[in-house]
């Protein structure tokens, strides 16, 4: 897919809007970078889709701050700045699907001076807009 080539010359680091929380994603290349259009995600950012990159659950590390994390299907939660309500990362603990991922906006840090880009879109089904890629 697109995307899957992308590699981390350096450690990728996140940031919420306030800068409390931050986050570091460790790892030779993420293990997915996709825009995701899910009601859930819609919802809590007010667009009609999100980019998140993923990684092992242990590639990725809050360093500073403090989350408040909702449950918002059954095995994903979401950690969210406890002061200023900013998406910091999310985690899934279903078996064989465990992964946490980043909101790509808050991303910085690798030479290209970019994020991975997305590779797939999911839950398109959902889309509020069509999406035309390229």
């Known amino acids: 897919t697109r995307g899957s080539a992308f590699s981390l010359a350096m450690q990728l680091q996140g940031v919420c809007a306030c800068g409390e929380c931050r986050v570091t994603a460790d790892a030779p290349a ?3 970078s996709v825009y995701c259009h899910c009601t859930i995600c819609r919802r809590i950012t007010g667009a009609p889709y999100t980019h998140f990159v993923g990684f092992q659950t242990d590639q990725v590390k809050l360093t500073a701050g403090e989350v408040r994390t909702w449950e918002s299907t059954p095995g994903c939660s979401r950690s969210f700045c406890k002061v200023c309500g900013s998406g910091v990362f999310n985690e899934c ?7 946490r991922d980043v909101p790509a906006g808050t991303l910085y840090g690798n030479t290209d001076g970019e994020v991975p880009p997305a590779g797939n879109h999911i839950f398109y089904g959902n889309r509020v807009l069509d999406v035309k890629d390229g």
């Open 30 to 32: 993420p293990k997915f």
């Open 93 to 99: 603990v279903i078996p064989g699907q465990e992964f």
